[in-house]
């Protein structure tokens, strides 16, 4: 599901990423997808 997400470019990720509390499994790159997209809403550590 997340790579047709991700074809539809980051403004789709960032909507599947602002819904969804779960993401299990996914490949390394898909987490660095996920991870970037959580630092553009702003869900940041740093």
């Not at 990423?17 to 997808?33: I, Y």
């Amino acid at each position: 599901m997340l790579e047709k997400v991700v074809a539809q470019g980051e403004p789709a990720v960032d909507a599947l990423v602002r819904e969804a509390r779960v993401f299990a499994p996914v490949e390394p790159r898909q987490k660095l997808q996920i991870v970037q997209s959580l630092i553009r809403l702003g869900n940041s550590s740093r």
